[in-house]
């Protein structure tokens, strides 16, 4: 089992920062890659940022030049720096990690989220 536990999340004013952290613990083989997705009142969950343990990224095009995703050195640690924040960051934000178990078996981890809200 894997438990992943975030900080960071609060309240902000727009054009001001924050930063978010996710850090992995439990019994696993590796974990192949983590991120953070966010989910507004009445939207549907979406990616913001991913990076896998080769420190490749993805970010959602909304969040590109304002968000910068990044690991620690152990790769059990997931930060997310959030720039100049709008009030349509306003979310709850989870952080996510694509874990490889001792059986080889891939599986999806989420963990219990945090509300970020950026005031106008």
């Known amino acids: 089992q894997v438990q992943l536990v975030e900080s960071g999340g609060g309240l902000v004013q727009a054009g001001g920062s924050l930063r978010l952290s996710c850090t992995a613990s439990g019994n696993y083989f590796r974990i192949n890659a983590m991120g953070w997705h966010r989910q507004a009142p009445g939207k549907q969950r979406e990616l913001v940022a991913l990076i896998t343990s080769g420190d490749s990224t993805n970010y959602a095009d909304s969040v590109k030049g304002r968000f910068t995703v990044s690991m620690d050195n152990a790769k059990t640690t997931v930060y997310l720096q959030m720039n100049t924040l709008k009030p349509e960051d306003t979310a709850a934000y989870y952080c996510?990690?694509?874990?490889?178990?001792?059986?080889?078996?891939?599986?999806?981890?989420w963990g219990q989220g945090t509300q970020v809200t950026v005031s106008s």
């Open positions: 996510y990690a694509l874990v490889i178990t001792f059986g080889a078996v891939p599986n999806n981890y």
